[in-house]
């Protein structure tokens, strides 16, 4: 199985910073695409960004030029850096990484920004 552990969250003011990170676990699965997703209450899930094997990245239009995604393939380690945070980027955010037939899930991570 893939195991993954976000890291990172909490309480910060509007146009303040965070820096998510999500590792992964050593597995037999080979990873073909990381991200992040975020859920805010009465919202479905959406993605945020995602990086694919080979380094291209996608970001949804709503974070484009505030967040980057980045891997640290050393550290089989995913991060997220968010700046000029607003309060509609409140949410749960989950890492998430695709195998062959198979998404796994992060447990999440809350973010809260404050006005």
């Known amino acids: 199985q893939v195991q993954l552990v976000e890291s990172g969250g909490g309480l910060v003011q509007a146009g303040g910073s965070l820096r998510l990170s999500c590792v992964a676990s050593?597995?037999?699965?080979?990873?073909?695409?990381m991200g992040w997703y975020r859920q805010a209450p009465g919202k479905q899930r959406e993605l945020v960004a995602v990086?694919?094997?080979?380094?291209?990245?996608n970001y949804a239009d709503s974070v484009k030029g505030r967040f980057t995604i980045s891997r640290d393939n050393a550290k089989n380690t995913v991060y997220l850096q968010m700046n000029s945070l607003k309060p509609e980027d409140t949410a749960v955010y989950y890492c998430?990484?695709?195998?062959?037939?198979?998404?796994?899930w992060g447990q999440g991570t809350q973010v809260t920004v404050s006005s």
């Open positions: 998430n990484a695709l195998t062959s037939g198979i998404t796994w």
């Open positions: 050593k597995s037999s699965f080979s990873i073909s695409a």
């Open positions: 990086v694919i094997s080979g380094g291209t990245t």
